[in-house]
């Protein structure tokens, strides 16, 4: 075996940033780790291409099995059986779990997967273990993507026979900075940089671009705005962007995204088909497990064929001498899942609502991800758009195709044709800001703002002689700062004791092309032009773990002391 | 002083961070029209500076009278020039904040109502470019949601024109000029 090896890193440090300071463009490849499957595209110098394992798949099972010592995953490993993906000793699921607490429902909605995870719900990080000899082995959700992009690493390097350092992930959109650095220290565990993280509908926009421009090219098409709105459901996340393209720019108008896939439909069919399936499963033994398994494989295999037909006849024996044999219809699913679909169509329209769009203005409606083969969804998303949907796209690998592009476009390549002359201008998918006004959150950076982007606000002391303000940052959309994501937290001390409204703190944030975001916090006094202490530059996120319990150990410990008010506009 | 401070490119600063100079607090001076503390010469000095300021027509390159689909044109083509993930590798923080003033001026101009404000305060000489309308941002970004709140916002903004342009010809109260002065003075020593 020629091919080197490569080892996941310790998930106890933290990520070093070796940037390595060759000028050398060196192409950067695209990486779709979805939910339940992952693929890697890479701009071949003409076209993008996708790349194939050695089984000749270009769409790989997102799964890492922890079989003896060394663990694999579905980039490599051949599956003798589906329902070994169910032993207990495979690990799934993990973009789901990334970075998440566990207070976060979508953990507590992940407890009956066929393998572990155990809640404190305190605001800490789940405990997740895979069975291995009937030994509980505890992983993190970082070091299981980690081993996946190790694979899919290798199989790049192989198959384009140079090393592999530069990448761009597709996310979704719903994802906190917090999330994003757990998905950068994955990638640093696996020897990865991460040039760029795109959201989902975004990297489809880019592909959409550059499709309208071909189509320029080939004098088919107009070189006017396009408005398109892209919908993308997966198996863990629903993600939307409204795009307009003109020239072979994307320009995002606005970003909608909820953990809310193909899981969902799956887990409300389950307890469809079993109702009490959640307390059977509590126990987590080696025979609720393999219960657990056949029903997921015979729900999933259902729910596939009810997409091409009217109704399917479900029999499976689960073992413990209960069996399910049931015919279900098209109808009883999608009654199953109402909440779901409901859900998707608000999403619809609230995506077009930010971006400013009148359902007439569309030319487009892009409807890719695995969940796009459900008739109901596809229905649903006509029935808002009243257009039909767009033709000119592979529903599972619009996504890869698009970081693909981008990362040959960051990466600084050019092509002759001028097929990389594209852009995509990103905007903020959550709103950013801080605590203040009480137990307010006030954006900074609103949802939805185009980046690079600098903004600033100005805020003032709650108390008289309050030489202490605690900046909080957080990042969302909810009005009470806690039920945000914190990002991190600095103190501004040693403001000279003044009457309290007196001080000016102007807090500015910052994000940089590469989605760096960083607040700088400076306090001014009345009647001078220079700060009044040193300016606090802090890049974000600061918060390790745990932050949903951090959020609430500050509060109780320092209450109003520290608080900040926005300074009101003054008539 | 520049109105655009912290939008220039600074020279000798690393290409990926921002050095923390206070640039981005000098800006609160002329943000807030409404506390004007500069004596009427100033205010004069400021708007003859402006003018030499380019405007956001002036940046997008199209006319005053240019469209929507020709501001949408312009703003596309620059942002292919200036955005940071197509500019020269050495050059990125210069063009960050070239595109950060492009896309301030595209998001003015291609909102009806912030144009039109825009293009009375641009007729009236007071050139409120790029940082100056940063403050209100948020504000903006909420009195979208109420349309009362819009026009409110624009009589607002019309008593702040005329205080302003009051101020400017030196129409002020002995008492307002009194304490004009001495902030000034205090602050220049």
């Known amino acids: 075996m020629a091919e080197p090896a490569y080892t996941v ?53 997102s799964y890492v099995t922890f079989k003896d010592e060394i663990p694999s995953g579905g980039v490599s490993n051949q599956l003798s059986h589906e329902h070994e993906l169910f032993s207990g000793a495979a690990i799934f699921n993990m973009k789901r779990l990334v970075g998440r607490v566990d207070t976060d429902p979508v953990v507590h909605a992940s407890k009956n997967l066929p393998f572990l995870v155990q809640t404190l719900d305190i605001g800490v990080r789940p405990f997740i273990a895979a069975l291995v000899n009937n030994v509980w082995r505890s992983t993190t959700p970082e070091e299981v993507l980690a081993i996946f992009l190790v694979e899919l690493r290798v199989m790049a390097e192989v198959q384009l026979k140079r090393p592999i350092r530069n990448v761009v992930l597709s996310i979704p959109v719903s994802f906190s900075r917090f999330q994003l650095t757990r998905i950068q220290r994955a990638c640093a565990m696996a020897g990865l940089h991460v040039l760029r993280l795109m959201p989902e509908p975004t990297a489809v926009a880019l592909l959409y671009a550059q499709q309208q421009q071909q189509m320029i090219h080939d004098n088919m098409g107009s070189g006017s705005e396009k408005i398109a709105l892209i919908f993308n459901m997966g198996a863990g996340y629903c993600d939307l962007a409204v795009t307009a393209t003109a020239g072979g720019v994307a320009q995002i108008k606005a970003l909608a995204g909820s953990a809310t896939g193909g899981e969902d439909l799956l887990q409300n069919m389950m307890r469809h088909l079993l109702p009490d399936s959640e307390n059977l499963f509590l126990g987590h033994g080696i025979n609720e497990i393999k219960l657990m398994g056949l029903l997921r494989v015979a729900t999933q295999d259902a729910i596939h064929k009810l997409s091409s037909q009217d109704n399917v006849q479900i029999d499976v024996d689960l073992g413990n001498g209960s069996r399910i044999c049931k015919v279900v219809n098209r109808e009883e699913f999608e009654e199953v899942n109402r909440n779901i679909f409901e859900k998707c169509e608000s999403l619809i ?73 594209l852009l995509t201008i990103q905007a903020t998918p959550l709103g950013i800001g801080i605590r203040a006004n009480g137990n307010r959150f006030v954006p900074i950076i ?78 001014i006094l009345p009647g001078s032009q220079q700060p009044a202490v040193p300016v606090m530059e802090v890049r974000m996120p600061t918060v390790d773990d745990g932050h949903g319990w951090c959020a609430e150990a500050l509060h109780r410990s320092y209450g109003s002391t520290l608080d900040l008010v926005t300074v009101q506009k003054k008539i | ?99 950060i003033r492009v896309q301030e001026a595209y998001e003015t101009l291609s909102d009806p109502r912030r144009r039109a404000s825009y293009d009375r305060d641009l007729a009236l000489g007071i050139h409120l470019a790029f940082s100056a309308r940063r403050r209100y941002q948020y504000d903006e970004e909420l009195e979208e949601r109420s349309e009362w709140k819009n026009r409110w916002q624009s009589q607002l903004s019309e008593l702040k024109r005329r205080s302003m342009n009051r101020d400017a010809r030196g129409n002020m109260s002995w008492g307002a000029r009194m304490r004009r002065q001495r902030d000034e003075s205090s602050r220049e020593q």
């Open chain 1, 349 to 421: 329209i609230q995506c077009l609502h930010d971006a400013k769009v009148e359902v007439d203005d569309l030319t487009d409606v892009i409807v890719v991800g695995g969940c796009s083969y459900i008739p109901k969804i596809r229905d649903l998303v006509k029935h808002v758009c009243k257009i039909e949907v767009y033709k000119g796209m592979n529903p599972l690998e619009a996504a890869v195709c698009g970081a693909a592009l981008e990362g040959a476009v960051a990466s600084g390549i050019s092509d002759p044709f001028g097929s990389l002359d």
């Open chain 1, 9 to 61: 890193a310790s998930d106890g440090e933290t990520t070093g940033e070796e940037k390595s300071s060759s000028s050398f463009p060196e192409i950067a490849i695209g990486v779709d780790i979805g939910t339940s499957q992952c693929s890697v595209a890479v701009w071949n110098g003409s076209q993008v291409e996708l790349l194939k394992n050695t089984r000749n798949q270009k769409l790989m099972r």
């Open chain 2, 1 to 99: 002083m520049r109105c655009g401070c912290g939008l220039a490119a600074i020279p000798g600063t690393d290409a990926r961070f921002f050095v923390p100079d206070t640039s981005f607090i000098r800006l609160r001076r002329p943000v807030d029209p409404t506390r004007v503390q500069f004596g009427s010469l100033k205010i004069k000095a400021r708007i003859n500076e402006a003018r030499k300021e380019v405007s956001f027509y002036e940046l997008l390159g199209i006319p005053e009278t240019g469209t929507l689909p020709e501001i949408k044109q312009a703003y596309k083509q620059l942002a292919r020039k200036y955005h940071p993930d197509v500019s020269p590798p050495d050059r990125v923080e210069e063009y960050t904040q070239r595109f």
């Open chain 1, 446 to 523: 609103p949802r939805n703002t185009t980046m690079p982007a600098r903004k600033e606000l100005i805020f003032t002391t709650v108390n008289d002689n309050q030489t202490e303000v605690l900046i909080v940052v957080y990042e969302g959309e909810t009005e009470k700062a806690e039920e945000n994501h914190l990002l991190g937290y600095f103190k501004i001390m040693g403001i000279p004791p003044v009457p309290k409204g007196v001080p000016e703190i102007n807090v500015c944030m910052d994000i940089d092309a590469s989605n760096v975001l960083r607040v700088l916090a400076g306090v």
